[in-house]
Structures are given as C-alpha cells and as structure tokens.
C-alpha cells in the first residue's frame, strides 16, 4: 500500500472513531438526559417536554416510545394534537401511542377521526386495545354513527371485561342500546363479578330474543361460555338448561362458528353432572371433544376423565391410556394426575401405580413424570412391588431389581422439569452431592428459540439502576422471555439491595428472577440462586431462630414459601405477614408469650411468632419436622387424622396420601426450598436436610 492510500485509509478510520464517539456520546447523553427529565420534580412542563422531544431520537426504542408518551402528556406549547399526529406517524407500531393519539382526538371532540383510529389499528385485547375500543363506542355515539352498536357487540363479545366495561354500562350511552344487547352486556359485567343471579335473568332473555329473531350473537365464544357459567352457578333446573345446551349442539354448528358445538355441548355435560345424570354427561363431554382440537380438546377430555375418576379408577386409568397420546398441553392435565396418583397409593394399588407410571412416560407434563418416576422407585425399593411384577409389566428380564430402581431415580433426578422436590428426593437415593452437580442438579426446563432483546435490557438496567423499579419490573413483565439471565439476576440485586429502603420490592425480586429461569436455557449459577432463595430480613429471622432452637434454613424456607418475604401481605383466609399467622393463631402465640400489643405486620414480630408457632408444633407431633409443616398449613387436628389413617407408609410416600393437595405442595416446596437454603448458605448437602425434616 503506498504512502497517499495509507494517509487515507487512516483519515477514514480517524473520522469513523470520531462518528461513532459522537454517536455513542450523544446516545448515553440523552439516556441520562432521560432519566434527569423523567426524575425531576422542579422543571416547568416547558423544559420537560423540550427534553422529551430530543430522548425520542435515542436508538433506544422502548426509552424512545416513553419519551413520546410523556411528551404527549404535556400541552405546554399548545401543539399536543399535532404533536400526537406526528408521533403516530413515527411510532406506527406502537398502541400506546395510538391510544394516546385517540384520547387526544376525543378530548378535541374529534370523534370520527378517533373512530377511525381504532377502525385501523388490529385488535390485540389487551387492556390499552380496550380502552381504544371504548374511546371508539364513544365516539359514533356522539356521532350518532350506525356503528355504535356494531362497536358495543365487538368490544363486549370479544374482549375480556375490564374497568372500562364496567365504566361504559353505568354511564347514559348504555341506555341508548336495544334491549338484546344490554342483555349481553350485563351478563358479560355480571359473570366478570361472579354476580350470577342477576345475570341469569338477562341470560334467559338474551336468549329468547336468539331463538325468537334467529339472532347469532349469543353465540360468540366468550358471551356463550358466560351464559355457560350462569346455568352452571345460578340456574334451578340443571336438566333444562343442559337440553338447551344440547340442542344448542346439535343445531347451530358452523352456522354460528365451529367453536359452539365443542361449547355447547361442554356446557350441556357439566350441566347433565350437575344434576347427576352421568351417563348424558358422559357422552355430551365425548361430543365436545371428539370435534375439538388443542386447548379446547384438553378442556373437554379433563372434565371427562375427572368425571371417570369419580365413577371407576381402573375405568380412569383405561381412559387416560387411550387418549394420553393425544393430549395437548400435558401440563392442563397435571392435577389430575395428582389426584389418580393419590386414590392409588391411599387404596395400596401398587402394581396399577407402576402401570399408572407407565402410561404416562414420555407424555405426561415433565413434573408429573418425575414425581411418577420417583414414587416407582420408592415402591419398588420398599418391595411393595414385586420385582417379578415388574418385570411382567416392562419385560425387563435383563435388568436388575437394583439397577431398575435406580434408573428410576435416574429418570427423576435427570429429567427436564422444573420440580426441584424430586430431584433433591431423587439426588439423596443415588447419592449425589448438590455442590458437584451444576449442570445436572440445577438443570432447568428447556425453552426454544430464546432471542434476546437488547433494547430492553438496556431500558431495564436503566429504570433499576436509577430506582425506577416500578417501570423495570412492568417492563420486565411484559419482555421477560427475550430478557437473558445474567440482566434478570442483576435487575433482582438491584430490587432486593434497595428492598431494606421499601420492602415491597423483596418479593419483586425473586418473581423477577423465577419468572426469568423459566425463559432460557442456561445454567443456574450461585448467584442466581441466592437471587431465587434469598435471606432477606436476616436479623429477624436468626434471632427468631436463635431463640426457639430453629434451624435457620428451615425458618428461611418457611416465610419464603409463605409470603415471599412480603411482611405485609394478607391472604385470602387473613394470614398476615412473613410466617402467614392466622390472627387467632397469633392472638393463642402471643397469649403464650405473654404479649399483649404486637404488630402481625413487624418483621421481627412475625418470624418470632412464626418460629415459636412452628417449634411448638414439632413438639406436638413428636419431633416430626414434615408432620409440624403439614400442621403448621392445614392444622394439627387433620394432621392426627392423617396419621391415625395412616397405612404405615414412610413419611416422603405419607405426604403424596395426604388428602389436601394444597398441603401436599406446601411440603415439597418447603423441602426442596429448605435443601438450597441449606446448600448456599448453611454449607450442608441435600442429605443433611431431607433426613432432618424426613426423619
């Protein structure tokens, strides 16, 4: 190369350095002038919005469209609707913004321009597509448009009810509607509150005015499966509104789409159960799902074979072999699982579990599989099952009883499923330590396909770097499956660092971080771990502990699975704080300890009533850790009753008889909880702590 090419391929690269400098500098000066903006409370609108209008320039497109949002929230200048205009056209694929411009056109009484708005922006049914379809009912009203009905029916029949819905049908324009479709309306607004008994009546009369006018717009799938759940939750004549249904199924077919005779006939089997006609049940729930496919297939198969369980096991487990190939999302079927998997070991049907295990390998949900798996090894190793038995069944001549049994483990322990209960149960019976398995122990259902996104994680590191942990996590929520680990256990530091300054971003934390695990396919290093089982309001907690004799992991792994360390939540029941006290229960803790003003929202208070609570249990039940949990859930008084009906069965086969599968999650979550509390912080091995809270 000569002398005269050298000087300007060095002059082209000097340039380009000092382009992309600039570039990059004018790029971090808006992302800081974005969050000074976004920070302040002392700059007049006018300043704000200047600022706003240079951060829409920033690469960043999700910093960029929030810029535009607040900028579209200020009217300083006067200029908002033209404004509001110009970002539309910028920002075409942005609903926010289109909402917004359809608020802005409303609010200016422009109305035919915002109908139009939502006449061409796709329907998404999310809350912001909601709330544009209501500015749209609005609009040709004022209009007096011939639409404004066509736009009720659109937006009632095919969006889930929300506030605006609620909002539209207490204001003057619901009066302006026929009476069919107010009718339709109220029974969508009812059903939404669970308010079936006002609901019935205008169900009955949307119907008639169906049959009367030969009217399909009772048939949409989300009005006719509301008028479904009327019948089923208010009606008298459970046998006349399953004919209705039937007929229904029978008649409309395609007419009125091809999803009303998988509805209508589903429908008419839960109605036919109900009024105990089991055999009609039976073949109304055949109908609806012989002609159905995914989702809708699953809905109709589970209530058919949920049905069988109550009339025949051995029918049930026939039902689940002939159509186990054929399910679609395994995991809709799991609860069902459950519940064969617990008839069967409460009634002693060993051999018929190990069928039962077989029939579902390579088909049912992962989780299912491995808890199966686990449990035929379990039975197999306790000689509940004859080793000759199984051979019979496997045709597994050449293998050992011994090797038999730990390929089963194997399968629970290896398989690829989240269920961290059965492989911490299966790690202890092929001895393996939990600090020499990274790449197995911590191994997590594979996601396909992951693809990250780089804007959103630049937006993400922003909002929580600054402390905007309220738009982090909202946008987190709403990415999180393109967001990597390594971002979302740094976002959870960030939460859980502040969380002593507001506590209500602990629990933040660790949703963040187990909603990220599900997403991508990487391993779980000690980090994200100590993000998943934290030790948050660690002074209360050991000194709880301390007091009471209370192991610490065990204490940690209680309040984690009780309230996710949010000391202010309050159940549906009313338990109240970190350990979850039923007021009762702490009013009898605190008669005992001789307190007589306590705060069941104060940290120290709570783990200290907790720790004493759970302590007194284990006393109760003769030192048995798992039997003081199952209390500490679903009280000591079914617990006595579970043993006293107990079949002798160790204490890991007792939990999956116990009754309440509430209870029975409840125990595993705490165990599997309890062995990585043990491990991360107490430097135990998963044997250590499944033969304390085993024993």
Same mark, same amino acid.
Not at 404 to 423: P, Q, T
Not at 674 to 692: E, R
């Given at each position: 190369?000569? !002398? ?124 912001? *597509? ?98 479904? !759940? ?73 209530? @058919? ?108 322990? @290896? ?29 997590? !259902? ?7 996104? *780089? *804007? ?208 029975? *999650? ?30």
């Amino acid at each position: 190369m000569n !002398k005269k090419i050298k000087t300007y391929v060095s002059l082209a690269v000097f340039l380009w350095s000092c382009f992309m400098c600039t570039a990059c500098g004018q790029k971090q000066d808006l992302m800081e002038l974005y969050i000074e903006t976004f920070a302040s409370t002392d700059l007049s609108d006018a300043v704000k919005l200047a600022n706003y209008l240079k951060i829409i320039k920033t690469e960043n497109l999700y910093i960029s469209e929030s810029a535009a949002l607040m900028s579209l929230s200020i009217n300083s200048d006067g200029a908002v609707l033209n404004r509001a205009q110009k970002l539309s056209e910028e920002f075409p694929n942005s609903l926010k913004i289109q909402v917004r411009y359809a608020e802005i056109l409303f609010e200016h009484k422009m109305f035919r321009e915002t109908a139009a708005i939502a006449v061409k922006t796709p329907a998404s049914f999310s809350s912001d *597509d909601s709330f544009l379809r209501y500015l749209a009912v609005k609009s040709t009203a004022e209009l007096e448009d011939a639409s404004f009905i066509e736009n009720v029916l659109f937006w009632f029949s095919m969006y889930s009810i929300d506030a605006c819905h609620r909002e539209f049908i207490t204001s003057p324009l619901f009066n302006l509607l026929p009476g069919y479709v107010q009718d339709l309306c109220s029974v969508r607004v009812y059903v939404s509150g669970r308010n079936y008994i006002p609901a019935l009546a205008a169900a009955q009369r949307l119907i008639a005015f169906s049959l009367e006018f030969s009217d399909k717009t009772m048939y949409s799938r989300l009005v006719l499966s509301d008028i479904g !759940k009327v019948f089923l939750y208010a009606s008298n004549d459970y046998d006349e509104a399953a004919q209705f249904f039937e007929h229904a199924g029978r008649t409309e077919g395609v007419q009125a789409g091809s999803h009303v005779p998988f509805m209508a006939y589903f429908y008419a089997g839960r109605l036919y159960e109900r009024s105990s006609q089991i055999q009609k049940a039976f073949l109304m729930y055949e109908l609806s799902f012989s002609g159905a496919e995914g989702e809708d297939y699953d809905n109709a198969l589970w209530y @058919y074979l949920n049905l069988m369980e109550k009339v025949s096991l051995q029918k049930t487990l026939s039902s689940i072999r002939q159509t186990v190939s054929a399910w679609h999302n395994p995991a809709y079927y799991a609860d069902l699982v459950e519940k064969v998997s617990v008839r069967l070991l409460a009634e002693k049907r060993w051999e018929d579990y190990y069928q039962f295990y077989l029939i579902l390998t390579g088909y049912a949900d992962p989780e299912s599989q491995a808890k199966c798996a686990y449990i035929a090894g379990r039975l197999t190793e306790l000689n509940l099952i004859p080793y000759s038995s199984i051979q019979t069944l496997t045709d597994s001549s050449g293998t050992s009883r011994e090797e038999l049994i730990k390929g089963l483990y194997e399968k629970a322990f @290896y398989g690829n499923h989240v269920s961290m209960y059965y492989r911490v149960l299966a790690a202890e019976k092929l001895n393996i330590p939990i600090e020499d398995t990274n790449d197995s122990f911590f191994y997590r !259902k594979k996601t396909d396909n992951f693809t990250p996104d *780089d *804007d959103a994680v630049e937006a993400l590191l922003l909002y929580a770097e600054n402390g905007f942990f309220s738009e982090c996590y909202s946008l987190f929520m709403e990415h999180s499956d393109h967001i990597p680990l390594s971002t979302a256990s740094r976002l959870a530091s960030l939460f859980a660092s502040s969380g002593d300054a507001d506590p209500s971003l602990y629990p933040l934390s660790i949703r963040l971080i187990l909603r990220a695990v599900q997403s991508v396919d990487t391993p779980l290093s000690s980090d994200v771990l100590k993000n998943m089982y934290p030790e948050f309001y660690a002074e209360q907690i050991r000194a709880a502990c301390e007091k009471y004799k209370l192991s610490g992991y065990l204490m940690y792994a209680l309040v984690r699975t009780e309230s996710l360390f949010d000391k202010n939540v309050v159940s549906h029941a009313g338990a109240v704080g970190l350990s979850q006290l039923m007021r009762p229960t702490a009013g009898d803790v605190a008669r005992k300890l001789k307190i007589s003003d306590y705060d069941l929202t104060d940290a120290q208070t709570n783990a200290e009533f907790g720790a004493f609570y759970l302590k007194e249990l284990t006393g109760r039940l003769e030192g048995s850790i798992m039997l003081s949990l199952f209390a500490y859930n679903a009280g000591i008084t079914r617990v006595r009753n579970w043993i006293r009906n107990d079949s002798g069965l160790p204490i890991d086969l007792f939990l999956e008889t116990v009754p309440y599968s509430e209870t029975r *999650d409840y125990g595993r979550k705490i165990l599997a909880a309890a062995a990585f509390y043990g491990y991360l912080y107490y430097g135990m091995s998963t044997h250590d702590v499944v033969s304390m809270i085993m024993h």
